[in-house]
């Protein structure tokens, strides 16, 4: 039974992503859907969260509209995720960066990643 589920989960995964984690900065292309009507919208900021898996993989990607912080969560293999862009890579030390949700200006700055080490 799970084998079956297993080739079914690996034709709905989607692998033309772009490799990103935790302090990037992503601009990520979403299919909206209004009536009749279909338009892409950006939703450009930090990533904050990576959850890895198979299909329930999923990130959350913060910015901050018009002072209010904004958080999204999208899955990784969503059909209306039309691309996904890194803008910059950011150089941080921990994976949840949930700090950044109390941090104002200059001090939510991610210092960026100059250089892909092998380690990363």
């Not at 033309?16 to 299919?31: A, C, L, N």
């Amino acid at each position: 039974m799970s084998l079956i589920l297993d080739r079914i989960n690996q034709e709905q995964m989607r692998f033309d992503h772009p490799e990103f984690r935790s302090g990037d900065t992503v601009k990520v292309y979403i299919r909206i859907i209004e009536g009749n009507k279909e338009r892409i919208q950006i939703f450009q900021g930090v990533v904050i969260k990576r959850k890895n898996g198979t299909m329930d993989a999923s990130y959350t990607v913060r910015k901050v509209s018009h002072g209010v912080g904004v958080e999204k969560t999208f899955a990784l293999h969503n059909p209306r995720i039309e691309q996904i862009e890194v803008i910059s890579r950011g150089r941080v030390r921990r994976s949840r960066l949930y700090y950044l949700r109390d941090r104002r200006g200059k001090a939510a700055r991610i210092r960026e990643r100059l250089y892909q080490s092998d380690n990363r």
